[in-house]
């Protein structure tokens, strides 16, 4: 492929999640004008922030007057798992510049990582045509969410209590679609079931601690399995030997 081929690849398989997040989007921007936030705090949001999950966590603690540093510190926590995605990006991108780099990590979401990892591992991209890739999915996202606040932001003016009407379960289902996609072995199953309970439980906590917590354990449960069986697959191996 080349370069214009590959981010109309990335931007083509991207699309699907899209669809998901277009009512996420919308009712970012009408939440913000019915909190009584300017129409451009909203806008500048999602085009400096371009996050979310962290861009709905802020605009709670904005509209109790959260001290600016406890704000940071709270979306930069939500933010966590991003290190984990990043990580695992690392190996395909570690070949690029760092202006390069500084990109793709800006533009790093859940989304984007879902649409366009299988296409690494499966090796239809590769270090010539992945970032190509990767940048078509970011700017597509990008593009989509900005306009998604912006109609929101009219909207929530001109339609009063849009937020209510329910649609954020999109995101939800467009999480659930992502997370299928790796149900394939055990390890993935636990992680996924302990993360699934913890949150349950936790649910109460304050400042989404809950969910943060939920998904520690779930990555640590995970692990612990996936050092297991490489455990025993070691240990069957020497028995054989």
Do not use: C
């Not at 991003?82 to 690029?96: E, Q």
């Not at 993360?195 to 439980?201: E, K, N, P, R, Y």
């Amino acid at each position: 492929m080349t370069k214009w081929e590959a981010m109309r690849f990335g931007a083509l398989v991207s699309v699907p999640m899209m669809l998901g997040n277009l009512p996420f989007g919308m009712i970012f921007g009408s939440l913000a004008v019915s909190q009584g936030l300017d129409p451009w705090v909203p806008i500048a949001m999602s085009l400096i922030v371009f996050a979310g999950s962290a861009q709905f966590v802020a605009l709670g603690l904005f509209a109790v007057s959260t001290p600016i540093l406890i704000i940071i510190f709270t979306t930069f926590i939500v933010n966590l798992r991003h290190l984990l995605y990043s990580a695992d990006y690392m190996k395909y991108v570690k070949h690029l510049p760092m202006a390069w780099r500084a990109v793709l990590a800006f533009g790093l979401t859940d989304e984007t990582y879902a649409a366009t990892k299988p296409y690494f591992v499966n090796g239809k991209l590769d270090e010539t045509t992945g970032h190509w890739a990767y940048l078509g999915s970011v700017v597509a996202f990008y593009t989509m969410w900005n306009l998604t606040t912006i109609i929101g932001v009219v909207a929530g003016e001109l339609i009063p209590g849009m937020s209510e009407w329910g649609l954020e379960f999109a995101m939800v289902a467009t999480f659930l679609g992502i997370i299928t996609t790796y149900l394939r072995n055990s390890a993935y199953w636990i992680s996924f079931v302990v993360a699934g309970t913890a949150a349950l439980f936790l649910y109460k906590l304050p400042n989404n601690l809950g969910m943060l917590l939920a998904a520690l354990l779930g990555v640590l449960a995970g692990v612990a399995v996936q050092h297991l069986q490489a455990h025993l697959t070691k240990t069957k191996d020497d028995q054989h030997a």
